[in-house]
């Protein structure tokens, strides 16, 4: 604990300093000043916890010190000193937030007595400070599933301007901006299938929030769909550049991890946050050629980049690879239903601009992708042959005439095989879940218990498993594992006589201050007063 003196007499700062043995009380006498002036930018370096300053001084006086304190370092606590019994002094002292006024001459035992006095309301503050950023970082898994939704909100259009603006309030999310830009990746390890485990897409994807914070960027988690980035600014030529130095920054981040494959989708520029997902569309379609392609790279969605020039057909000029089975069977296993329409847009675009408007080639197309489409359901979701006519739609020739209904049709029975792989895992889902809270019971003595220890043990990645474990508990994960340990506390407040402090160490909580925080915060009252029985409804 460090103690800085202000005092412009000489023999009654030597006084303070050479009468009381402060390191023999725990204290660092850091340093001292004559004058206010001087003391201000020694306080700035040094930073002390208390500090003790006379009123009257030349250059700057006590108060207004005081006050320059309290505005850039509003956790110091001083001690005003001053030989004047003036009530003006003490009530300006009160409002500027000085701990404590003391009239000269005092002796050291009671400058000392309120030095301790301040030193434990420190440690009390420290402590509580400690325990509340420890509780936001435990409950950013809450916080990012919030963000989430609003991400989701903000590019379906599903809410008015008004009501964005609001819940950006809400979540301390700065949206303001003239011209705004998305921009969606992903990435996955070679080493593994896509969902599972893997600590070089954690730490990949915590280095891609990193980076867009450089760049000042949104940063949106969209678990298993991938990272969306939302660029804001004054004018177009700024936030491209900011995509730009974001690019090249991720570009370096993957470099360095040779078995992660990557794809970006950049969307077009916008003036209007009700017009974001206009920007989110082209960069869903340029996202969906990760599924077209096995290179890594970004891709910018526009009409001259992603539509061929050519307006004519040429069937013999078609590139086979467009038609190939392989890429919507990769699709199929890998794609999310949000991504469907896109993915097809752009298969289909692939072809050539005005391909799909040859009947015979639709036709081609059409059956192709409805014979691709039953062989994965058959071979890789184990479906009955007899059974995959009545779960899949065939086409019929008013579908086939038209090529917005093929189009349609499409979409439809691939959406339809994605559907059947999300009710195919929901029963593996329920038994990961099922393991995962087996394991808190067993486990949630332990504080090293987290959603990445719990990931790694189901081989989930751990964004996967937080939104798995909500979609069926109904309860994010942190929320279930604190609320387990509160409840498993309740019950030993109630039939033990053990302390509070064992008590948190049984349920997982080595640091007795964080326990008695988190049982308050979550229960609304202490676990003394739990015990007493002075808790009333809660």
């Not at 059956?367 to 899949?392: H, P, Q, R, S």
Request: aromatic content about 10%.
């Amino acid at each position: 604990m460090k103690v800085f003196l202000v005092e412009d007499e000489f023999v009654v700062r030597e006084g303070i300093k050479n009468n009381i043995d402060w390191a023999g009380h725990g204290y660092d006498f850091c340093g001292e000043a004559g004058d206010g002036e001087v003391a201000y930018s020694m306080i700035q370096k040094l930073q002390p916890d208390i500090v003790i300053t006379d009123i009257k001084m030349p250059f700057m006086d006590g108060l207004t010190l005081s006050r320059m304190i309290k505005e850039e370092f509003p956790w110091i606590e001083i001690i005003l000193l001053t030989g004047y019994e003036d009530f003006q002094f003490a009530t300006e002292a009160i409002r500027i937030g000085v701990s404590c006024y003391l009239s000269k001459p005092i002796s050291g035992e009671n400058l000392l007595k309120e030095v301790d006095s301040l030193s434990a309301k420190i440690e009390e503050k420290k402590e509580e400070r400690e325990a509340r950023k420890r509780y936001e970082e435990e409950m950013k898994e809450r916080r990012d599933l919030e963000k989430l939704d609003f991400f989701r909100s903000l590019v379906t259009g599903g809410k008015d301007f008004s009501d964005l603006i609001d819940s950006a309030k809400k979540l301390s999310i700065d949206i303001a901006g003239i011209r705004f830009n998305t921009m969606l990746i992903k990435v996955w390890s070679t080493k593994h299938d896509t969902y599972e485990y893997s600590q070089s897409v954690v730490e990949v994807s915590d280095g891609i929030s990193r980076i867009a914070d450089k760049v000042d960027a949104l940063c949106f988690d969209l678990n298993v769909e991938g990272i969306a980035l939302l660029f804001k600014g004054d004018d177009d030529n700024f936030i491209n550049k900011k995509i730009e130095e974001c690019i090249e920054s991720l570009k370096e981040l993957f470099d360095n991890y040779k078995h992660i494959r990557y794809f970006g989708g950049i969307g077009q520029p916008v003036s209007r946050i009700t017009e974001i997902p206009s920007s989110f569309g082209w960069a869903s379609r340029a996202f969906a050629h990760m599924y077209l392609t096995d290179e890594n790279g970004f891709l910018r969605g526009s009409e001259e980049v992603l539509q061929p020039g050519r307006d004519d057909v040429i069937l013999s000029e078609i590139d086979p690879k467009h038609i190939d089975r392989r890429l919507i069977k990769e699709f199929m296993r890998r794609g999310e239903a949000s991504e469907t329409e896109f993915f097809l847009e752009e298969f289909i675009n692939g072809m050539g601009k005005n391909a799909i408007r040859s009947t015979m080639l639709r036709q081609y197309v059409a059956m192709d992708v409805y014979f691709c489409v039953a062989d994965y359901l058959e071979n890789e979701l184990l479906i009955e042959k007899a059974d995959i006519g009545d779960l899949l739609e065939t086409p019929t020739p008013d579908i086939l005439a038209n090529e917005n209904k093929t189009k349609d049709y499409m979409v439809r029975i691939v959406g339809k095989a994605l559907e059947l792989r999300d009710e195919n895992s929901k029963g593996h889902y329920r038994d990961v879940v099922s393991d995962v809270i087996t394991y808190i019971e067993n486990h949630y003595t332990e504080e090293e218990l987290s959603l990445n220890t719990l990931a790694a043990h189901v081989n989930f990645s751990p964004n996967h498993l937080s939104a798995v474990f909500k979609q069926q508990t109904g309860i994010p994960f942190i929320k279930y594992l604190t609320d387990y340990r509160m409840n498993e506390a309740k019950e030993l407040l109630s039939t033990t006589t053990k302390k509070s402090n064992e008590i948190g160490l049984m349920v997982g909580y080595k640091d007795p201050h964080y326990f008695s925080y988190l049982f308050k915060k979550t229960q609304g009252v202490t676990p003394t007063q739990y015990r007493s029985g002075n808790f009333g409804e809660n």
